[in-house]
Every structure is written in C-alpha cells, then in structure tokens.
C-alpha cells in the first residue's frame, strides 16, 4: 500500500520522542531519514505538504491536507528538537505555518482542511492536531507567533467548537461552525474530549492559567464515554450522552491516560491518578501477546479483539502517552 506522509510524520515523532526519554538505540539515524523524507519529498514544492509516497518513497499524491500539515509540523517540531536545534526543520515549519496563514484561513474561522476532503462537515480533528504542533513548535524554537497561533486555535476552540450546552466539542460542524444539521452533527468521541483537555490544558499552562474547558471536556469523556466497570472508552456518544458505537480504540486509552495525568499534577485529584492508572492498564492490555512489540487497534463492545492489520500510525499515541506517565512519574520522584 502507498505510504501517508502523515504517518511518516508519525513516526518521526515517535524516534524523536524516544530519543529524549533516553533510549539507547538508532534514534538519531532514525529521526535524521525521517527528516530527510518529509524535507525531500513531503513537502510539496507549491507549499504545503503532499498526501501519498509509493513504497520505494516516490511522491504519487500532491494533494494537500490540514490533517497531513499538522503532523509534518509535528514532526518538524519534534525531530528538530530531539537533534538539538536543526535548522532546515525548524525553517520549513516556519514556512508551512506561513503558507496556511496566506492561504487556507477560512472566513467563517479557523482553517479550510485542503483537497483530499474538501466539502461539508468541517472537522475538528485536523484542527486539534494543528493546535498540537503549533504547541511543540513553540516548546522547541521558543518563538512567540507559534505561541500565539496556538491562542487563536485555543480561542476557536473554547468559543466556537465547544458546546456549552452539553460541555463537549461535537466531530463536525457546518461551514460557519455552527452545528451540522441531523445526526452527524451530534455525535462525539470520548477520546477526543479528552485530547482536547490535554491540549488546552497545556497551552493554559503556557500562559499561567488554568483552562475550565480543559476540565469540561475531560469530566464529559468521563462520565458518558468509559465504561467505568470494563476501562473500555466507546469510539463514540451522542451530545446528551447516550451511547453510539461502544467498540473501544488502542489510542483513546492514550488520550484518557494523558488527560488525568495533566489532572493529577494540577490538582492531585485522587480520582484522576485511578482513572490514569486504570487507562495505562487498558492501553497496556491491546498488545499482543504473541508479539508484544505489536498492538491490537480495536475491542469489541462484548470486550474481545477485532482482527485485522496492525497501524503503524497508533504508535505515535502510545509513545506521547508513555512520555507524559514517564514525566508524571519523575515530578513524584522529585516531590518524594
């Protein structure tokens, strides 16, 4: 199957992340091709980034995509990082935020999601990962316009994506950001209020503040999207709460771990270390036991495993999640 830039940018991240943690093995190496790869050939000579490489690594997909951009970013970001300040990443991030700024700012508020899924409902997903790297973007080059892209996304958020009626940020939306009309218009996913939470949550902390959205979302992924006897997190609820699709996702454990681990060192909030440690031990349960270097992707509602190919892409939220337990895990050792 071609390859998605975006993946490849998934994985850039996931070296670059282990090489900060410490890990003894080809990190470097591996950080510097996949740098190689997104400079040479993810990115698309018109601005922007491109979609698809064959496997050999030939470009064969030039359409653009926010979703794509926003990993590329986040790649750039934390590979430049990781290889202590790489000047031709950090440049090209520079001139990727630059071209979206130019050129897919919507009208209605927040950014136009490219070609490869043009018409309606607007998403918030690509927008949530757009936030994400702008915020890593900032943390490696400490330039303030990164910080402040990021506020106008936190902005947009808080005051146009977030339903305070319901606490809770529906998928999608119609063109000015309003609510999609019908059913798709009201459905969530646990997992993203809770990466929501985590994101404003951090960019609150940028600023000295303290987010009650942030809070919001979490407690709403909380009460109406686990399963609190099983730990499972349904792939998907209704705004008021009833349940839609109750099947459970490795990467929504992910989300949830890092929301109350964010609750946690903010409060101490003893009901947030056991949803953390419950989210770690279901996260932990979808290896494989026949290889556990390899991860289920999906559970059933009835709790067993769905057969089918293993994503590289989830490994990007398994290292973020085990990156902040690690963190977690120090700030107790230092208090200690």
Not at 154 to 169: I, K, M
């Amino acid at each position: 199957m071609p390859r998605r830039v975006r993946v490849q940018a998934r994985q850039t991240f996931v070296y670059a992340r282990a090489g900060r943690l410490g890990w003894d093995g080809p990190w470097r190496e591996a950080v510097e091709a996949g740098l190689g790869v997104l400079l040479e050939r993810g990115l698309n000579p018109d601005g922007g980034t491109r979609h698809l490489l064959s496997n050999d690594g030939v470009p064969i997909d030039d359409r653009r995509d926010l979703y794509d951009l926003a990993f590329v970013l986040l790649a750039l970001a934390e590979g430049g990082a990781a290889l202590g300040g790489h000047a031709p990443a950090f440049a090209a991030a520079n001139r990727l935020v630059e071209w979206l700024d130019a050129n897919w700012v919507h009208p209605e508020g927040g950014y136009r999601e490219g070609e490869i899924d043009p018409s309606l409902p607007r998403r918030q997903n690509p927008h949530m990962h757009l936030l994400e790297a702008l915020l890593a973007l900032h943390a490696a080059t400490d330039e303030d316009a990164h910080l402040h892209r990021a506020q106008r996304l936190g902005t947009l958020a808080r005051e146009r994506l977030y339903r305070p009626d319901h606490c809770a940020l529906p998928e999608y939306f119609a063109d000015d950001l309003g609510p999609f009309p019908g059913e798709t218009g009201e459905v969530i996913e646990p997992g993203h209020q809770f990466e929501w939470c985590y994101l404003l949550g951090e960019l609150a902390e940028r600023s000295g503040a303290v987010d009650p959205v942030a809070e919001a979302l979490r407690a709403t992924g909380e009460i109406y999207g686990v399963d609190h006897a099983t730990g499972m997190v349904h792939e998907e609820v209704y705004l008021d709460g009833r349940s839609r699709k109750t099947s459970s996702r490795l990467w929504t454990h992910t989300e949830r771990l890092k929301a109350s681990l964010k609750r946690f060192a903010r409060t101490g909030d003893p009901a947030a270390s056991a949803a953390a440690c419950q989210a770690f031990e279901m996260m932990m349960s979808y290896r494989l036991p026949e290889n556990p270097a390899l991860w289920s992707e999906r559970r059933t509602a009835e709790g067993g495993f769905v057969d089918q190919a293993v994503p590289a892409s989830s490994l990007y939220h398994i290292t973020f999640a085990l990156s902040e337990l690690i963190a977690a895990g120090e700030r107790l050792d230092g208090d200690a």
